[in-house]
């Protein structure tokens, strides 16, 4: 009995510094657009949507759907935080300089963009892996499959809802005016 006792006692503690150490969308560093260091801390009370984009892709267009979003929910504690990523067919060739010029010029944007990086496998970036870990895709799969997925995330860190390239950010804005009125 109290060998149970003990082992519940150790169980129990273990769960609790588990959750206690749990890491959060704020814990991680990232690369801006212009390689400078950014803290996701900087995000803290906002409503997020992180995409992984690509100026050469056949969803380049959902630029245009997600510049609407910011715009329309950028006083209301809403950022979207543009990753771009070349792991998919080659479809972001470009420097960050030059996809920054091509996002501004063709669609306008002026939600933040990051630095390119790796989305998935040994080079992926440690917020990614956190991304795909707290909100898999389908039948539980962690990797992303293409360009324009999108996790949403809650005022409080919380990765909330993962949505495929097919998903157009119209089709996200309730889920996004929820979150901001919670």
Known sequence: MIKKIILICILSLSILTAKENKMSIYDYNVKDINENDVSMSKYENKVLLIVNVASKCGFTSQ???????????????????????????????????????FCRLTYGVEFDMFAKIDVNGKNEIPLYT????????????????????????????EVISRFGSTTKPKDIEDDIKKLLNK
């Open 130 to 157: 956190h991304l795909k870990k707290e909100a898999p895709g389908i039948l539980g799969s962690e990797s992303i499959k293409w360009n324009f997925t999108k996790f949403l995330v809650s005022k409080d860190g």
């Open 63 to 101: 630029y245009e759907g997600l510049e609407n979003l910011y715009k329309k929910y950028k006083n209301e504690d809403f950022m979207i935080l543009g990753f771009p990523s070349n792991q998919f067919s080659n479809q972001e060739p470009g420097s960050n300089k030059e996809i920054l010029e």
